[in-house]
């Protein structure tokens, strides 16, 4: 059973550019979840999906961010007009339902 | 506003038992103890949780105290491979209790 996949594993953009990060939570979890790792600092919840659904984004930039889990396909967390400040390492994880939550490996963003 | 103190860090020689110790004196009756570390530069990676009885899995080994208030995970024959960040969290399961709180964990770090 294969774990929680994300992609890309290392993302540059510079200063401006989109980011689209994907998530693919493991087999039989309808429940995702993003959080986002700044440098030298903990784990920090930015939203919350379930299929079709943002459940709870309150953890999430106002601006330029924004998340979706589609009925097909993975999750996708994109940034708009990148800045130096949203370089980070972003993870995501899933659940079967508010229950224990498996970790992806993670996407790390630089912007140049 | 932390739910749970752990100490920075802490040493363990390989091939003894690692014992790390969780405060979390304001624990509700619902809340479980949860386990995850975070091994340099991977997403974290679930390793136990319990409410109140002891819990053992391949992985390690859930002491929690008769009045709650504290745990300990004990990681019986440390490896190289088990240098990480653990972190200790408390939350309802199966509730809307679903933003982890990662806080500053305890750096562990296995010497040979």
């Known amino acids: 059973n294969a774990g929680v996949m994300q992609n890309p594993r290392h993302l540059v953009r510079r200063r401006g550019q989109e980011a689209r990060l994907r998530c693919s939570p493991m087999?039989?979890?309808?429940?995702v979840y993003w959080y986002r790792q700044l440098p030298e600092e903990g784990l920090k919840f930015m939203v919350y999906?379930?299929?079709?659904?943002?459940?709870?984004e309150s953890g999430m930039p106002k601006e330029r961010f924004s998340a979706e889990f589609p009925k097909e396909g993975p999750s996708i967390l994109r940034i708009q007009q990148v800045v130096r400040g949203d370089s980070a390492a972003y993870f995501c994880a899933s659940s079967p339902a508010s229950e224990t939550q498996y970790f992806g490996p993670g996407t790390r963003l630089l912007v140049l | 506003d932390a739910k749970t103190t752990q100490p920075p860090s802490m040493d363990c020689a390989e091939g003894r038992a690692a014992n790390l110790p969780c405060n979390h004196s304001t624990i509700s009756g619902n809340e479980y103890v949860y386990w995850y570390r975070q091994i340099h530069s991977q997403g974290p990676q679930y390793i136990i949780h319990g409410l109140k009885n002891n819990e053992t899995n391949e992985m390690a080994s859930l002491i929690i105290t008769e009045d709650r208030k504290s745990s300990t995970l004990i990681l019986p024959h440390a490896t190289l491979r088990d240098t990480a960040v653990y972190y200790c969290?408390?939350?309802?399961?199966?509730?809307?209790?679903?933003?982890?709180?990662f806080g500053a964990g305890t750096t562990v770090t296995v010497r040979a």
């Open positions: 087999k039989g979890h309808s429940h």
């Open positions: 999906l379930q299929k079709e659904n943002i459940i709870d």
């Open positions: 969290i408390v939350r309802v399961a199966g509730s809307n209790d679903y933003k982890l709180s």
